[in-house]
């Protein structure tokens, strides 16, 4: 039997040809052989032709899908501080389906029960914030991946000031001014700015 591009080999009757890819065509030529010991081996100079695919499996996806995350920041309707708002670019070219297509991707956060499509927005996100998303690829034939990651929300500005805990005399000509960092500061402070004005 020769399948594909590889040499001849010698198996039992009815046997198989293993090492190939989830639904790859697969060719084969198969040609009788007699052993004499007068003769040698002795082939049929006609070869039978076959080609099968080999079984559906499930989707492949890639191994980083914390990039294909895209963040928007937004501010609800009715509401004054900004949320942040993510979808999934996560493309079907992006996935290798193991079967002639890939009928859906979907997304979820953890903790909800439904998949949504990855065109849609997950809503209402706290920036700054780590959270882990679930993901459901299906092909053509209903083989399922699922896989989850874990990534963190964009920083945006903080929702409150810093707190001041003391300010105090500090010598005749200097005040002192102790403060904490705002009670959602929406990512790492870095700096602090204080104008100042003297009367």
Avoid: H
């Avoid at 890939?102 to 956060?109: D, Q, V």
């Avoid at 960092?181 to 602090?192: A, D, S």
């Amino acid at each position: 039997m020769r399948c594909v591009s590889s040499n001849w080999v010698e198996i039992p009757s009815n046997n198989k040809s293993c090492g190939y890819s989830p639904y790859q065509l697969v060719s084969c030529d198969i040609r009788a052989t007699r052993v004499s010991n007068s003769a040698g081996t002795q082939y049929s100079n006609i070869s039978s032709a076959a080609s099968v695919r080999t079984q559906c499996a499930a989707p492949s996806l890639p191994s980083d899908l914390s990039s294909y995350i895209r963040q928007y920041n937004y501010t609800p309707v009715g509401e004054s501080k900004a949320k942040v708002r993510i979808y999934l670019n996560l493309l079907i070219s992006d996935i290798v389906a193991n079967c002639r297509s890939i009928s859906s991707i979907k997304y979820k956060l953890k903790e909800d029960r439904e998949y949504i499509r990855n065109t849609q927005y997950i809503t209402n996100l706290l920036p700054f914030t780590n959270y882990t998303i679930g993901v459901k690829v299906t092909n053509n034939v209903n083989n399922q991946t699922t896989a989850s990651f874990t990534f963190r929300t964009m920083t945006l500005e903080p929702y409150d000031a810093p707190v001041i805990v003391r300010s105090a005399p500090y010598n005749t000509t200097c005040v002192y001014l102790e403060w904490k960092e705002p009670n959602q500061p929406n990512g790492v402070i870095t700096k602090y700015r204080i104008p100042f004005s003297a009367r």
